[in-house]
Structure formats: structure tokens, C-alpha cells
């Protein structure tokens, strides 16, 4: 399998964490691709994808691009940029599934950076050093989303040790700290907004799990939201069947053979099942890298006959 099908794989039946991953590399890659022969040409865009993507800070230009609370999450001004979202979001990604399961990392990545949308409006709307800047003033990046992942990891799971290149084996708690107290501190010093938004995002995840352990699960409401526009998208049967009893002269010897290659049949349906659900399985214990390459062939295979 090449490189191509290895990503539709990991798309199709990862975590939502890798699919995350994916799709923010993707628009990443997207976008630059889109604005690469306008650069060589010296010439701007006659459309500004990235603009038309942030989030703005208006409250009145919000209301022409109210999409832009969800695409501002996925989109990164340079390599370095998404380079070290996308690695926070992984370790750390990693470490909350673990403790709290894979189907919670989408809801706190996608509330986390609306919630810190939400603050970084605010602040730009309430704060006189904000007002000049006020009109053109937009966000983009992960950030806040995976400021959320990061204090949920750290919130849920405090002692969990992780070794960093120069500063040796640290708790999460404590990377998760100073990354607070570092927007805190930069926030004076140039993109203040970012770094707000940056807070809003890790409040959100610590106020999740907190909440979570007293029975309270704020992804309930996401959830709900999702499976009803999955439905929306659903086909539905139209097709009427009506069932008529008849009564045929059947050959006893022409019965038994098609009972027989029935049989045959639903075996291998059967083991053909059994094996995915084998492999899925190995998916999610470890990950599709863990594959054997007869097992990606096999899912190969297997969405070819979809």
C-alpha cells in the first residue's frame, strides 16, 4: 500500500485524534499549495482563503463568518506553527484518550477552541487596548483547541510523567502549568489575543474533567449535535418490499446444493467479519502502523467490495 492509502486508512478507521492530526495537516497543506503560484508570480490571492477561514474579532464581522468559530481551529500562518500544535496535541492526545476514551477527544478539542473564540472576542470587544485593532483584528491555529487536550491530560491524569529532550522526565501537571504562565507573561508582549484565547482553550479543559468526575459530561450536547447531522446525511431505503407466499415445485437435490453454497457463503461472510473485527480491534489497542501488510491488504480488499 502506498503513502496515499495508508492516510485514507488511518482517516477511515483511526482515533479521532489521528483524524484530527490529518485534517489539520491537510488544510495546512491546501493552503499553501493555493497561495504558492500567486507568490511566485508576486501577485495576492483575488480570494483570501485564510482570511475567509479566521476568526474574527468583531463581533459584527463574526456575524458574516459565524463558520469561522469551528475553521479557525484548522488553520496554521507557518510550519513551526502547526509543527509544535500537532505535537502537543499528540502526546498529550494520547494520554487523555487513555484515561478517558477516544470519543472524548473530538468534543474537547472542537468546545476548547470554540470556548477560546469565544474569550478572545471578548477580549477584543472589552478592553480599550484592543480597540484599534478591533476592526482587522482575526485568529487562527489549534492552539486553544489543544490547550484544552493539554490541561484535560494534565487535570486527569497530574503524576503522569513524559521526558522532554534537555530538562529530563516532568509531570504533565507541570508542563501544563507553565505553559499557562508563559501566555500569561507573553500577553503583554505581541499577540495578546492568541495567548488569550490560548487560556480560554485550557480553562475549558480543566473545567471538562472537573466536571466530568462529578458526573457531568459537557460533550453530552456535541454528541447529540453530531448524530443528528450524521443522520441528515444518511440514505434512506425507499424501496417498499412486499412478501408474497407461493408455492413452487422445488428439486429436492437443487434445494440441498443452494443450501449448501448458502452455507459456504455465510461462513465466509462470517470469517471475513470475525477478521475485521480482529484487526480493527489491534487498531485500537496500538494503532494502523502496528498492521501486518497481509492485514492492510486485507482492509484493502475489504473497502474495494464496498
Not at 497561495?35 to 483570501?48: G, I, R
Not at 434512506?236 to 440441498?256: A, C, D, H, I, L
Request: proline letters at 3%; one cysteine or more.
Amino acid at each position: 500500500m502506498n503513502i496515499w492509502q495508508d492516510i485514507k486508512w488511518q482517516y477511515r478507521y483511526g482515533s479521532d485524534l489521528i483524524k484530527l492530526i490529518i485534517i489539520n495537516c491537510a488544510v495546512f497543506i491546501l493552503v499553501n499549495l493555493i497561495q504558492l503560484p500567486f507568490a511566485l508570480m508576486a501577485k495576492s490571492l483575488p480570494f483570501d482563503i485564510v482570511h475567509f477561514l479566521a476568526l474574527p474579532a468583531s463581533f459584527s464581522n463574526f456575524l458574516f463568518h459565524p463558520w469561522s468559530i469551528i475553521t479557525y481551529q484548522f488553520v496554521h500562518e507557518g510550519f513551526f506553527h502547526i509543527l509544535f500544535n500537532m505535537l502537543g496535541l499528540y502526546w498529550f492526545g494520547i494520554i487523555a484518550q487513555d484515561m478517558i476514551g477516544k470519543p472524548k477527544i473530538l468534543p474537547i478539542y472542537i468546545l476548547g477552541g470554540i470556548f477560546g473564540g469565544v474569550l478572545y472576542m471578548l477580549a477584543y470587544n472589552l478592553f480599550p487596548v484592543f480597540s484599534s485593532a478591533l476592526p482587522m483584528a482575526t485568529c487562527i491555529g489549534a492552539s486553544a483547541a489543544v490547550m484544552a487536550i493539554v490541561l484535560a491530560a494534565a487535570t486527569i491524569a497530574p503524576e503522569y510523567e513524559m521526558g522532554l529532550l534537555f530538562f529530563g522526565v516532568i509531570k504533565i501537571k507541570w508542563i501544563a502549568l507553565a505553559y499557562v504562565v508563559l501566555d500569561l507573561i507573553n500577553m503583554q508582549h505581541g499577540n495578546a489575543g492568541g495567548h488569550i484565547a490560548h487560556l480560554g482553550g485550557a480553562f475549558f479543559g480543566f473545567m471538562y474533567i472537573k466536571l466530568l468526575q462529578n458526573g457531568t459530561d459537557l460533550a453530552t450536547p456535541f454528541f447529540k449535535v453530531s448524530d443528528f447531522v450524521s443522520n441528515l446525511f444518511k440514505k434512506k431505503n425507499k424501496m417498499k418490499v412486499e412478501y408474497k407466499r407461493e408455492y413452487v415445485y422445488t428439486n429436492t437435490n437443487t434445494s440441498n446444493q443452494n443450501k449448501k453454497a448458502n452455507t459456504k457463503i455465510q461462513k465466509e461472510n462470517k470469517t471475513k467479519q470475525e477478521q475485521l473485527d480482529d484487526i480493527l480491534d489491534k487498531i485500537n489497542r496500538s494503532s494502523y502502523d502496528s498492521l501486518t501488510k497481509e492485514e492492510k491488504d486485507f482492509l484493502f480488499k475489504i473497502s474495494q467490495e464496498d
